[in-house]
């Protein structure tokens, strides 16, 4: 008996719907962090009739923190903890806990899928997603600010097409470099 080569599709997008929650609650952990902080200055202005102050020079903290400090950032934390499940799904999908809690839990309830799609797309999608978060990741640990809430947005954005409407951006990505001829297949002789 041979075994089927494709999976699933509502697998990846079990996984996306997980990840997307978690990629939400990073994002909104990176936006009150040491992220998007401002560095108080040595003097500042207060307005009384609307209670805004000004504040002179208006520098990041995230500039004047340590490297330790924007580890133990919480939003860091939790999008190095999503970097790691984004690598896990490029190496051994097979093994990646979102997709084994689908496979063991989610799958025997559901019916039959109709078809079964190709493997490399989502594959190719976790690893750009690896991608993102990790530029975001090194660029907030060399003092980069606003850098890990938006990698976490983009992150979250793809995640949610995902999960709410079906559009695997990565794997969209997959199929115009697959037509290109860059990954997958071999470009057509002209």
Known sequence: MTHPTGIDPRGPRF???????????ALV????GV??????????????????????GGTWAIQSASVLQRILDPGFLLLAIIALLFLWGVISPRTA?????????????????TELEDPRPPRF???IGLAVVTIGLLLHLIGVPWALPI??????????LNAA??????CQIYLLLQRAGV??????AA
Not at 165 to 170: D, M, T, V
């Open 165 to 170: 409407f079906a559009f695997c951006l990565g």
């Open 15 to 25: 996984a996306a719907t997980i990840t997307s929650a978690l990629l939400l609650v």
């Open 183 to 188: 990954i997958g297949r071999a470009a057509p």
């Open 29 to 32: 952990l990176s936006l009150i």
């Open 125 to 127: 999608a976790q690893g």
């Open 97 to 113: 806990p979102w997709g084994a809690i689908f496979r063991r839990f989610v799958r025997p309830r559901l019916a039959a899928p």
């Open 151 to 160: 990698a976490a947005g983009a992150a979250f954005i793809a995640a949610f």
């Open 35 to 56: 992220s998007t902080a401002r560095a108080s200055a040595g003097w500042f202005a207060i307005m009384p009739s609307n209670g805004s102050t000004f504040t002179p």
